[in-house]
């Protein structure tokens, strides 16, 4: 069986819900990266205690300031991450920070505030952090493309897919995860001759405070976050430029 084995790794919004439980896992699971980089937007604040208590218990485990909205933040964690991984390259990038507002009628700010937080954030930090993924892709000996060698996963939602939807609520949300599949796919496209594997992922409907905000989720955050980790160490070359459920599944676009 497939197992992932990224030496690095990095996650967005990585304080509570998802991602916090995808250090958790991560950092408890067989195959310990030898750099987990959990990064937030608030390190030192109260909503970071459990990620602080995690971090004080496995030393893989980095905490890093990244509020994915603010350039000169996503660029100081960059200048970090390098210095940390001392020449080595990330091997893998989890965009997961995201915002829902639940409005009643959407508004010039809402969906700017969304599409900041949920599409131009992802953007930022990949451009930011590029160079450490081709490091990273350059460096492994192995041919194709793989999650233990070079990608971007993109925390997307089945919001998002135009086929799916049926209930115009959180619209802003829900243009903003289409947005970012469209990046997904471009990026998919771009870095293919950098061998770096680029997929956007729905999580299911999640038990976190994002996914009880909409009613009673289907999913606990663990068994989400296990099949997702599950799913990401059986990506190959082929599943680039797609959209996955969190058990591989293809997601219509
Ligand atoms: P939560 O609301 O529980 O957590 C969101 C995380 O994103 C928090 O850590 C939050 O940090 C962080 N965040 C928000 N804005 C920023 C920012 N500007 N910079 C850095 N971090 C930020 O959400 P989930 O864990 O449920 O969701 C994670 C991802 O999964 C999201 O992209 C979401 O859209 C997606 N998803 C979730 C589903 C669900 O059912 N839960 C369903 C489909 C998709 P802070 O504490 O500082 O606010």
């Not at 205690?49 to 995690?54: F, G, I, M, T, V």
């Not at 991450?81 to 809402?110: D, F, P, S």
């Not at 770096?196 to 009673?216: F, N, R, Y």
Request: aromatic residues 4%.
């Amino acid at each position: 069986m497939e197992v992932l084995n990224a030496r690095s790794i990095l996650v967005t919004g990585s304080n509570r819900g998802i991602g916090l439980e995808l250090i958790r896992q991560l950092a408890e699971g067989r195959n310990q990266p030898e750099w987990i980089f959990a990064t937030c937007r608030d390190p030192d604040g109260p909503r970071a205690q459990e990620l602080r208590n995690l971090a004080a218990k496995h030393q893989g485990v980095k905490i890093i300031q990244l509020d994915t909205t603010d350039l000169s933040s996503v660029k100081a964690a960059a200048a970090t991450v390098t210095e940390e991984l001392k020449g080595t390259g990330l091997n893998l990038l989890v965009n997961n920070a995201g915002i829902l507002m639940l409005n009643t009628q959407e508004t010039q700010k809402t969906m700017s505030e969304t599409y900041e937080t949920n599409v131009i954030g992802p953007m930022i930090v990949i451009q930011e952090f590029l160079p450490l993924l081709k490091k990273a892709s350059q460096e492994s000996p192995h041919k194709g493309m793989s999650c233990s060698k070079a990608a971007i996963v993109n925390m997307s939602s089945i919001g998002g897919s135009i086929t799916r939807v049926n209930i115009p609520k959180a619209v802003s949300y829900l243009c903003s995860k289409a947005a970012l599949n469209m990046l997904t796919k471009c990026q998919s496209l771009e870095f293919v001759k950098d061998e770096i594997l680029c997929i956007a992922v729905h999580p299911g409907w999640v038990e976190t405070d994002m996914g009880k905000s909409v009613g009673q989720p289907q999913l606990t955050v663990e068994f989400s976050v296990k099949e997702i980790l599950n799913t990401l160490a059986h990506l190959s070359e082929k599943d680039s430029g797609t959209f996955v459920d969190w058990e591989g599944k293809i997601v219509p676009w």
